[in-house]
């Protein structure tokens, strides 16, 4: 094998890798939510949200999130997420994200509350489109104790104002809730 044939072989094969070096698995989120109820009467809200991921090796990342949901007529909402997932590279443009989560919900109404919890399966995609946007659109299923299961959607955009600083906004949409979400992103 010729010494270019040999470099051209090796730069193909580092080629995924060395596209997806700038998506770093380590962040930290800030978001403001804006929530829309669909269950048994609609309702809306807003809150916030503490988010994170940690990557603890080429491929594989701890992920948690913090959730406080505000909606009318005094309806108070708290969730936590703890999980950790895996992240592959599909060609030089695309990366495959799956995820396996434990979800803890609870709703306040007044002097009520109502407690769940469950387990969270996703899949996706995980794109940087040049230097500056990034996207990211999953599913996922989650396996609710006391309500049963549920599979929404997720789609999300980045714009890189800094290297390691985005804005943010998406929607995670399920068949009763959908949330709109803006905020500010920071990378390590």
Do not use: C
Not at 39 to 64: M, P, Q, R
Not at 103 to 118: A, E, L, R, T
């Amino acid at each position: 094998m010729t010494r270019v044939a040999l470099i051209g072989s090796l730069a193909l094969a580092l080629a995924p890798a060395a596209a997806f070096a700038d998506m770093s698995y380590s962040n930290v989120d800030l978001k403001y939510l804006n929530l829309s109820l669909d269950d048994v009467v609609h309702v809306d809200g807003d809150g916030f949200a503490i988010a994170g991921s940690y990557e603890l090796g080429k491929k594989v990342f701890l992920l948690g999130e913090w959730q406080e949901q505000s909606y009318d007529a005094g309806v108070d909402g708290h969730q936590y997420e703890i999980g950790g997932g895996f992240h592959h590279p599909i060609n030089s443009t695309l990366d495959f994200v799956g995820t396996l989560s434990y979800i803890d919900s609870k709703v306040d109404v007044g002097p009520f509350n109502v407690n769940d919890d469950g387990f969270g399966l996703g899949a996706g995609v995980r794109t940087r489109i040049g230097k500056d946007f990034e996207l990211d659109a999953s599913l996922k299923f989650v396996d609710f104790d006391k309500s049963g299961s549920d599979t929404g959607v997720s789609a999300n955009g980045r714009w890189y104002f800094k290297k390691s600083m985005a804005l943010s906004f998406g929607i995670d949409s399920t068949d009763n809730v959908d949330v709109w979400h803006f905020g500010f992103r920071a990378e390590f």
